[in-house]
């Protein structure tokens, strides 16, 4: 089994797939990941809809901007995650938001796509996160319903290259404050 930092230090941004189909059994292991996530007050905010249909993926592809590097992997991985999000129950207490930040879906939905590509990565996968596309588009093309939002989509694949190394990272010392900020 891979460490875990050994994941968070190698896994990378995935823009090129093998056309090669990702097994029932290892999107399930994804997903499983997901089902363990943690998540605000155990709200598990999330749908995710599993998009495999080629017609899909290309009318999806429509909804990115001209120019965004991931375009390619939209259609391009045999699987698509499209990561939504149940609006008003992450960061909830009997019908309010608490906290200065409100609604945490944001939050609960940035674990789970931590989630996704890290056990994607310890099972050979790789991952792209994506964000620059027409959201409300994209949501009428996967059928999202009212109340939900469309936050990412993560195409999934077998990697068409070796990933390059990291880019550099600031040091520990560089973003740590002692008692104070």
Same mark, same amino acid.
């Given at each position: 089994?891979?460490?875990?930092? +050994? @994941? %968070?230090?190698?896994?990378? $941004?995935?823009?090129?797939?093998?056309?090669?189909? =990702?097994?029932?059994?290892?999107? *399930?292991?994804?997903? +499983? @990941? %997901?089902?363990?996530?943690? $998540?605000?007050?155990?709200?598990?905010?999330?749908? =995710?809809?599993?998009?495999?249909? *080629?017609?899909?993926?290309?009318?999806?592809?429509?909804?990115?901007?001209?120019?965004?590097?991931?375009?390619k992997a939209i259609v391009e991985a045999?699987?698509?995650?499209?990561?939504?999000?149940?609006?008003?129950?992450?960061?909830?207490?009997?019908?309010?938001?608490?906290?200065?930040?409100?609604?945490?879906?944001?939050?609960?939905?940035?674990?789970?796509?931590?989630?996704?590509?890290?056990?994607?990565?310890?099972?050979?996968?790789?991952?792209?996160?994506?964000?620059?596309?027409?959201?409300?588009?994209?949501?009428?093309?996967?059928?999202?319903?009212?109340?939900?939002?469309?936050?990412?989509?993560?195409?999934?694949?077998?990697p068409a290259k070796k990933p390059s190394?990291?880019?550099?990272?600031?040091?520990?010392?560089?973003?740590?404050?002692?008692?104070?900020?």
């Amino acid at each position: 089994m891979m460490d875990l930092m +050994e @994941a %968070i230090k190698e896994r990378r $941004s995935i823009r090129r797939y093998e056309e090669k189909s =990702v097994p029932e059994e290892l999107i *399930n292991k994804v997903l +499983e @990941a %997901i089902r363990w996530t943690p $998540s605000w007050a155990n709200t598990q905010c999330w749908e =995710v809809v599993v998009v495999k249909d *080629n017609v899909l993926k290309k009318k999806l592809q429509e909804t990115f901007a001209k120019g965004n590097p991931a375009i390619k992997a939209i259609v391009e991985a045999p699987v698509l995650l499209a990561l939504c999000g149940k609006l008003e129950s992450s960061g909830y207490y009997k019908g309010e938001a608490p906290t200065k930040f409100g609604d945490w879906l944001m939050f609960d939905l940035g674990l789970v796509t931590q989630s996704i590509c890290l056990a994607a990565f310890s099972l050979g996968l790789g991952t792209l996160i994506t964000g620059l596309f027409d959201h409300d588009k994209a949501k009428e093309i996967i059928k999202v319903p009212e109340g939900y939002e469309l936050v990412t989509i993560i195409p999934m694949g077998y990697p068409a290259k070796k990933p390059s190394c990291a880019p550099k990272r600031k040091e520990i010392s560089e973003f740590v404050h002692d008692d104070t900020f």
